[in-house]
C-alpha cells in the first residue's frame, strides 16, 4: 500500500498542488507562487506524509524537479506526460462550480474559469497516477 500522493503542476509564475488518498480523493489542492515551492511542498509533506509525488513532465518540469529533489529528497518522484491535463481541469472546474447566469447558454469547451486551474491540473495528475496503478 503506497499511502498518500501528492500532485505538481509545475509553472513558471505558478503551481498546483494537490494531495489524494489511496482511491483518488482529494484532500487538498491549491495553486502557489512558483518562487515558493519547496516551502509550500515541505509545508505539504509535514502535514500529509505523502510517500510519491506526481509531477507534470511541461516546459519548467526540469528545474522543478531539481526544487522538489533538494526539497524532499525522501519522497519518491515520478514525472508523468501531462498531455491535456489543463483541458481536462478546465472541465473539472466547471463540473465544480456549475457555470450560472448566460454561462450556462456557452459549450462548456468554449469557456474560461476565472481563476487558474492549475491545482485541479495536479489533482488531475495525482488522480491518474494512483488510479492506474
Known sequence: MRGLTAGLDPGRDKC???VVDEGGGCLLHQVVPTADL???LQQLYAEYGFSLLVMGNGTTSKKAAQRVRSALPEVEL???DEYRTTDAAREEYWRI???AGWRRLVPRGMLVPPEPVDDLAALILA???VLQQ
Open 78 to 80: 515520478a514525472v508523468v
Open 127 to 129: 488522480r491518474r497516477y
Open 38 to 40: 519547496e516551502h509550500h
Open 97 to 99: 462550480h456549475p457555470p
Open 16 to 18: 498546483g498542488l494537490a
